[in-house]
């Protein structure tokens, strides 16, 4: 079992960063490929970023290439977000997730078995 911590949402004004973190428990984290989501109002959930077990192999959505950079730190039992130049459509609660079935990175939420409980990030006008 792993269980997902998210933290570092809040609010922003465009073009403001903010950085997202997810503490997972288990001492198998460093094995597993995660992932972050995002879901807005009314949409559904959606691929943000994921990164291998190593964090050899990362993959991006195009609405975000350039401005997110997703890491993360075994020895910590941590993955990141770095969100930077947001803008208001990045408005959503946003989940990480791991998949416990493979070390490699998948940009599909069916894919993960694990998620957390979700941080809001608001980007204002």
């Known amino acids: 079992q792993v269980q997902l911590v998210e933290s570092g949402g809040g609010l922003v004004q465009a073009g403001g960063s903010l950085r997202l973190s997810c503490a997972a428990s288990?001492?198998?984290?460093?094995?597993?490929?995660m992932g972050w989501f995002r879901q807005a109002p009314g949409k559904e959930r959606e691929f943000v970023a994921a990164i291998s077990w190593s964090g050899y192999n990362r993959y991006y959505a195009g609405s975000v290439k350039g401005r997110f950079t997703i890491s993360r730190d075994n020895a910590e039992n941590t993955m990141y977000l770095q969100m930077n130049s947001l803008k208001p459509e990045d408005t959503a609660v946003y989940y990480c997730?791991?998949?416990?079935?493979?070390?490699?990175?998948?940009?599909?939420?069916?894919?993960?078995?694990?998620w957390g409980q979700g941080t809001q990030v608001t980007v204002s006008s």
């Open positions: 288990g001492r198998t984290f460093k094995t597993y490929a």
């Open positions: 997730a791991a998949d416990g079935d493979s070390a490699l990175a998948s940009m599909s939420r069916y894919e993960y078995d694990y």
